[in-house]
């Protein structure tokens, strides 16, 4: 009997936690309409990675994983909430689609590794070197496969332009968590 209390006080989720959850995800959704398309590649300049950031700079491991799951769900049902406006499946599976789906993989890694203390070097080496090593490895690697197109080339045209832009994301991201962790 003891050890269902435990279970069931371990997976309870506040309202607190529930609000801020919901928060993420609409903040979410909301940065995938502040956007600059690039001529060159079919992968836009968006608000998202620096959500994504702070969603797993703010947020236990577990609840960024809801938020960025309901943020895929909600697109996945139609909603326009991937970058540009867009939903459905066809989103999801076009040359992006690796983009959105490693945005979990790095949400679980930066939230694990940003610690229990409040640390900006800590959150810049996690998004910078972790969390956006983490979105690039699938978001490369299922558009190389979905448009055919060699590795490198890919790394030319989705990764390499965007990766000084990112690591400013990165580094608002750490910024802005930074002073909302210390509330």
Do not use: W
């Not at 139609?78 to 040359?95: H, R």
């Not at 590795?151 to 390499?160: M, P, R």
């Amino acid at each position: 009997m003891g050890e269902k209390a435990n279970i069931n006080k371990a997976t309870k989720i506040s309202i607190s936690e529930m609000t801020k959850i919901s928060l993420c995800t609409a903040l979410l959704c909301i940065s995938s309409y502040i956007l600059l398309p690039l001529p060159f590649t079919p992968i836009m300049i968006t608000a998202q990675t620096i959500v994504v950031n702070l969603i797993a700079l703010t947020l236990k491991p577990i609840h960024s994983v809801i938020s960025i799951v309901m943020f895929i769900l909600l697109g996945v049902i139609g909603l326009p909430v991937f970058a540009g406006g867009i939903g459905g499946l066809g989103a999801l599976f076009g040359p992006t689609g690796g983009f959105i789906i490693g945005f979990i993989f790095s949400a679980i890694a930066i939230s694990y590794l940003k610690g229990k203390k409040i640390n900006l070097v800590r959150y810049l080496l996690v998004t910078i070197l972790i969390g956006m090593p983490i979105t690039y490895l699938f978001g490369a690697t299922y558009m190389s496969y979905v448009l055919n197109m060699g590795y490198i080339k890919t790394l030319q045209v989705a990764v390499i332009p965007f990766i000084v832009g990112d690591i400013i994301k990165a580094t608002l991201a750490s910024i802005i968590a930074l002073k909302l962790n210390s509330i």
